[in-house]
Each structure stands twice: as C-alpha cells, then as structure tokens.
C-alpha cells in the first residue's frame, strides 16, 4: 500500500496498484506520476530511452487504475506535493487496470484545495455542495473524504468496544413500523400489502422493550428516517443513529455517566488511533482539537438559561459590531432583549443553543457538555418527570461545540403513568396504536433510561464541519434521493 512507501525501503522492489492523480511530462525520456490511493501519495518516475513508453505513461487519463513495479529509492529532495515525500518508484513496469473516461465531471484537485488557499485566492476553481454530491463517487475520493469516513468507521466501532465492554447488547431493531406516532417528528409512509407502514422515526420504543424483555443494557447502530421537510446545515431525512438504552439501580445519573464516557471512549480512540486522518482533514479544513474532560461539564436547563441570560446579551452586542444592514440589526436587537430575558422553562432555539455553546467555550474553555433536567412541557409523553418538580424532567441532551448531538432521558416504566402522561400532554397522545409498548411495562418493569445519538453530526462536530452532507456517505435530504 502507498502508505508503506518509507524511506527504509530503499533498494526494494514493489508492485503497488493505485490511481494515476496527476501526470507531467519532462521531456523525451522522463515522466512523473503522482500515484494516490485512499488519503496517501507517492511519486512514480517513469524514465525511458523508449519515448512513446514515456508518452503513453503521460498520456493516461487522471484517476486511471494503474499496476505498478518499481524500485523505491530516496530522491535528492522530498517530495512535498506527495505524502510519501521522503521515497519515489523508478518505474520499472507499468500496467493500465482501468482507463478513466479523459474528461471528469471535477477536479480532484479542486475538489481538495484547502480552505486557506481558497480564502487567499478568490480565483481558484471552487466546487460547491451539489456538484460534489451529484458526482460523490469522484468526490469521495479526496483524502480528506477518505480521512472522513474512515473517523465515522472509527466512530461505530469505538462505540460499539466500549458498550461491549460495559456489559451492552447490540440489537437490530425493525425499521418498518405500524405506527407514525412515537412522539416528535414525523413519519414516512411507504405502502405495505394493501395497508400502511412508516420507516422507523426512531429505535425508542423498541429499545425500551428489550429492556423490558431482560436484555438489560442494549445499543443499537442504525439507519433513522425522519420526514422533516426542511433544509439545514445539520438535518437529514435519513440519518445513522446510535442508540443506547440501559436500566440503572440507584438513579438516572447513572445512564448520563455510561454516556458521558462511552462520548470520552470515543473521543480518546479518534485522537489516539485516528491521527492520520484527522492531520488529513485538518489539511483541507483547519479545526481545532475537541476541548472534553471525563466526566464532562454538567449543567442543568435552568443553569445553562442563566448563563445564557448572563453572558449573552454582551455577545450578541458584539455581533452587531460593524452590521450597518438596517433589519440585521433590527433583527439582532431583539434578539439581545431576548436572550436577556430567556426564561428557565423556555425552549431554547437552534441559534441560542450555539450562542450558549460559545458562552460555554469562553467561560469554561470546553467544547463538550451535557444540559440535564429539561422542561417536561418541550420531552415526549414517555419522559420521567423531576420527582421534585413535576415543571422539569429526568432529560438531557448533550452537545458538541454548541450544537445537539444526543438526546436521552429516564422513561417512565409504570403502565398507568404512562397513560396519564400521554393524556396530559397538549394536545394529548393517542396510545392504542402503540399499547403493546406499554403493555410491556405490565409484567414487571425495570426503571431505565438511554439516549439517541447522530452519528453524522458527532463526525462533523468533532472535525467543526459545517455541513452534515460532508459526514454522510450518500446523504438524504428532502431535495436528495440520489445518488
Ligand atoms: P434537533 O433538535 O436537532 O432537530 P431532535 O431533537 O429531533 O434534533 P432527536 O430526535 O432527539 O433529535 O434525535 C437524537 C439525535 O439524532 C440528535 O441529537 C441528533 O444528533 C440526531 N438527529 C436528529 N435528527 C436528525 C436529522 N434530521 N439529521 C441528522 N441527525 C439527526
């Protein structure tokens, strides 16, 4: 593999198949190839007397397969347009696998020119979201891309290692369901023999019921479908979740410690196990490393909406510095007044999450933190209520650099309760079509609790990306279906 190309190999011979990135000509006799494969590249020399050898070797198409036999040798100077700078292969032969078509819907090259050129040279050939999306086979080959999908593998396995080792289960959940009503979002409809099913908004209720049938501790990695017709930076309308679900003895807390350090698992492994890819990444999109401690920063709702109302107002002030757009600044007046006088129990909208995320980064200097006791009037029917005050719940999410990536809570796990609390919900929650999830708090229920998290968004959060798209293979959105 081109990653293995290291100078203490010199004098070798090696066959390495790879792609042709770019081909430049010197001459009669001499010609280089830069060879890549996945996020690395090394340089191949082709040199011969023979000089339709030399021009065939310059003539074959970018992103073309290519066998290669050469002897690795150290050239004079590294070479620092190839991530094996310190080692070269003097062709010795040179075999076409697969011919690209000449002409390529982008450029690699475009496709994976840092952020900081970009920014300095307005002139530069930029490819934007659709043109990369709509060609994602190409652009999926950038090695920053590479580095991308090699974190969200490292992601799921991290996740997985570390609940493994907790003593979790990993289920599969059906992701076709009777019902569209398991609270919250909405619901795809696909037809089923004459009737209807919807595509499973969420594992929730059937997590739960594994707990209820003795699994104990159980996770889940899979694909979540939510019919939101609306366009953001974080929102897909297929997603990856990775769930957990777990019951506990003495209190909830102890579900938030399981997630707080399966988070801290995950984190610690990228960093340690991941590094090149994320110097890869870094490479193209410049972030920095993720501030977390284990345990995390803790705060609860009622907390997180005084610092908000304390430090806030003084940010958003300084956002208005240098705004002259007459409604701009409008806009940003009301919203000082309203982050001044945000209320305890009010929910917190998209942009004062991120605006408490800075707060968060410049007081506590950390990037990750958990906001427990939420509302009980903004949690589904099946969320705990405080025992305390009935005005809060047992619920939490959790956030990264400001935005949600988990949200958990304790569920209730007495039948009648259940019941009661779908009822009092406004407007109220219709249950028969979902009893058999409440009878199976009938038999003898465990209290218990878990969390949903978004593997796509913890992937771009982590990396302080700014679109989900980037962190989904082939993403889903409501003007995206292919490919
Ligand atoms: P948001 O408030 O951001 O819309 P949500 O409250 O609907 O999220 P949950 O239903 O609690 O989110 O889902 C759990 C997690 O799944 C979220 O914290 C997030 O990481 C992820 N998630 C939710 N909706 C989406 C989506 N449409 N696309 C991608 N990830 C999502």
Redesign the pocket.
Known sequence: AVDELLPSLAGKEVWVRARVATSRKQGKMLCFLQLRQSMHTAQAVVFSKESDIVAWAAALPRESVVDVLGELSVPKEPIASCSQSGIELQVRKLFCVSRSMPELPLQLEDAARPDAELEANPDLPRVNQDVRLNHRVIDLRTPCNQAIFRLQSGVCQLFRGFLRSQGFTEIHTPKLVGTASEG??DGFRVEYFGGNAYMAQ?PQLYKQMALMADLERVFEVGP?F?A?NSLTH???TE?T?LDLEMTFKEHYSEVLDILDRTFNAVFDGLNQQFKTELDTVREQHPFEDLRYTCPCLRFTYPEAMALLRKEGPALVRKMMEGVTDATELARLKEREASVASHGDLVDIGTEDEKLLGEIVARTHKQDFYIIDKFPADVRPFYTMPDPIDPTLSNSY?IFIRGE????GAQRIHDPQMLLDQAAAKDPPVDLSPIMAYVDSFKYGAFPHGGG???L??VVMLFCGLPN?RKTSLFPRDPKRLSP
Request: hydrophobic content about 30%.
């Open positions: 919250g979002a969420s979540v939510r939101e974080r929102h897909m997603f979740g999410d949600e990536v988990t949200s949903g998290i978004g796509e968004r989900i």
